[in-house]
């Protein structure tokens, strides 16, 4: 069988920012303690989306939950909820031993994670 053409698949992941969320923070915590809070978490959501793939890679599942549990907790607090949700899809295939499933979602979570934390850094410099 001869294949003429192949297509390529490229995922999107719709960017969502609970609004709602960073207001209440920039509330609370003032403009400056906001800014402060969210440059850490998107600093430290970096990191640790960078060491997810590098536990995934190297097997290191046990690290690997552990990051991914992680990132939720940074995540909702300044309105990352979609991330939050997948990070614990990928803690669930993580414990349901789905290695196939483990894979994509992880990569899922990289990708959106990606995307969020541009959108998050692009609008820490609009008004809220």
């Not at 192949?6 to 609370?28: F, K, M």
């Not at 607090?77 to 992880?106: H, K, P, S, Y």
Request: charged share 30%.
């Amino acid at each position: 069988m001869k294949v003429d053409s192949i297509t390529t698949l490229t995922p999107a992941e719709t960017v969502r920012l609970d609004r709602d969320r960073l207001n209440a923070l920039y509330v609370q915590l003032g403009e400056a303690g906001a800014e402060d809070v969210v440059c850490r978490a998107i600093e430290e959501l970096a990191v640790r989306l960078a060491h997810c793939e590098r536990c995934w890679r190297q097997g290191q599942i046990a690290d690997l939950r552990k990051n991914a549990r992680s990132l939720i907790a940074i995540s909702e607090q300044i309105g990352m909820c979609e991330i939050a949700r997948v990070a614990g899809d990928v803690t669930a295939t993580i414990d349901n031993g789905d290695d196939a499933a483990r894979a994509a979602t992880l990569f899922r979570l990289i990708r959106l994670g990606d995307r969020s934390l541009t959108a998050v850094w692009n609008l820490r410099d609009l008004s809220l």
